[in-house]
């Protein structure tokens, strides 16, 4: 397990990070969780900037898409052992890399806040250096991906997308999305309507792929 290259001045604060609302409406991480994903968004943004020079606004975006997104998070959340650690109601099974997601991005927020910005930056880039560097290409999301696919293979057309009615809690419900193209479907389901079209993309890719 990885151990986080911080000590907390304030112990509640990553006490209040592991707190999801699921289990307290009004003393969670919510708050904590939003500032934490626009630290994470700037030292990513300014650790790419510095990596990879010569790469245009569009290939940095995606590398930037791909290394926020709440698959990696959630893997991320993991090596740090988090998945035992937070608090949460009960949920299914599509939204426990969404917990974890939010409850890294949680951290961050509490070490900003505890520490200042550039120790919180040292932190995110000291695990994130090593996720920059594995993909010399920047990747394509799903959905591009897919489009890419489709309009070269089929003439130009484009993949269907169709939202399902979503399942589960109101208050914490996953969302179903299926997409269409070239005689096929996936399903793809997530803790919100772009995810759940970003898994449907993956999915039919890999169909399609075959």
């Given at each position: 397990?990885r151990?986080?290259?911080?000590?907390f001045?304030?112990k509640?604060?990553?006490?209040l990070a592991l707190?999801q609302?699921?289990?307290?409406?009004?003393?969670?991480?919510e708050?904590?969780?939003?500032i934490g994903d626009?630290?994470l968004?700037?030292?990513?943004?300014?650790?790419l900037?510095?990596?990879?020079p010569?790469?245009?606004?569009?290939e940095?975006?995606?590398?930037?898409a791909?290394?926020?997104?709440?698959?990696t998070l959630?893997?991320v959340?993991r090596?740090?052992?988090?998945?035992k650690?937070v608090?949460?109601g009960?949920m299914t099974a599509?939204r426990?890399?969404?917990?974890?997601?939010d409850?890294?991005?949680?951290?961050?927020?509490?070490i900003?806040?505890?520490g200042?910005f550039?120790v919180?930056?040292?932190?995110?880039?000291d695990?994130?250096r090593?996720?920059?560097a594995?993909?010399v290409?920047?990747?394509k999301?799903?959905?591009?991906?897919?489009q890419e696919?489709v309009q070269?293979?089929d003439?130009?057309?484009?993949?269907?997308?169709?939202?399902?009615e979503?399942?589960?809690?109101?208050?914490?419900?996953?969302?179903?999305?299926r997409?269409?193209a070239?005689?096929?479907?996936?399903?793809?389901?997530?803790?919100?309507?772009?995810?759940?079209s970003i898994?449907?993309?993956?999915?039919l890719?890999?169909?399609?792929a075959?």
């Open positions: 397990m151990k986080l290259n911080y000590n001045k304030d509640g604060l990553f006490d707190v609302s699921g289990v307290d409406s009004v003393h969670n991480n708050r904590l969780e939003f626009r630290v968004g700037l030292s990513v943004a300014g650790l900037y510095e990596m990879y010569n790469e245009s606004e569009g940095l975006a995606r590398r930037h791909m290394l926020v997104s709440t698959e959630g893997r959340a090596e740090f052992g988090l998945d650690l608090r949460h009960h599509g426990v890399q969404h917990v974890l997601a409850a890294m991005e949680a951290v961050f927020g509490a900003y806040l505890d200042g550039d919180a930056q040292s932190v995110i880039v695990v994130w090593d996720l920059a594995m993909d290409v920047a990747p999301d799903p959905k591009t991906a897919l696919f070269q293979a003439s130009g057309n484009l993949p269907v997308y169709e939202y399902l979503p399942t589960g809690a109101s208050h914490s419900p996953t969302f179903n999305v997409v269409s070239m005689g096929h479907s996936a399903m793809g389901v997530g803790a919100s309507k772009k995810a759940a898994a449907a993309a993956d999915a890719l890999k169909i399609l075959i």
